[in-house]
Nanobody
Framework: QEQLVESGGGLVKTGDSLRLSCAAS????????VGWFRQAPGKERESVAA????????YYANSVQGRFTISRDYAKNTVYLQMNDLKPEDTATYSC?????????????????WGQGTQVTVSS
């Protein structure tokens, strides 16, 4: 059974950095596209970044372009989201998700299994 576990969230100040991890219980994640999403209270879930199985093709939301980087460590069955220059508007619960197909997508409906999320809070 596919399982994803996020970690690395926390409370930081404006301008700080965090690295989120999305770890799978097995190497199956290495064959799937992976995306990071976030949801703030009272707002809809939005796509933040995504990568295909090769790690070469990536997608970033305009709001995080140039500040966030998605990457993969195949040996550790893990996908990372490096977040730099954090802003209060980045405050949200961040979740990773994986898609069976090698689809680079910003649509949550394209993803097949999800982690439970990790909270990121950025104070001003």
């Amino acid at each position: 059974q596919e399982q994803l576990v996020e970690s690395g969230g926390g409370l930081v100040k404006t301008g700080d950095s965090l690295r989120l991890s999305c770890a799978a219980s097995g190497e199956y994640i290495n064959r799937h596209a992976v995306g990071w999403f976030r949801q703030a209270p009272g707002k809809e879930r939005e796509s933040v970044a995504a990568t295909d199985r090769s790690g070469i093709s990536t997608y970033y939301a305009n709001s995080v372009q140039g500040r966030f980087t998605i990457s993969r460590d195949y040996a550790k069955n893990t996908v990372y989201l490096q977040m730099n220059d954090l802003k209060p508007e980045d405050t949200a619960t961040y979740s990773c998700a994986a898609a069976y197909g090698n689809v680079l997508s910003a649509q949550s409906s394209d993803y097949n299994y999800w982690g439970q999320g990790t909270q990121v809070t950025v104070s001003s």
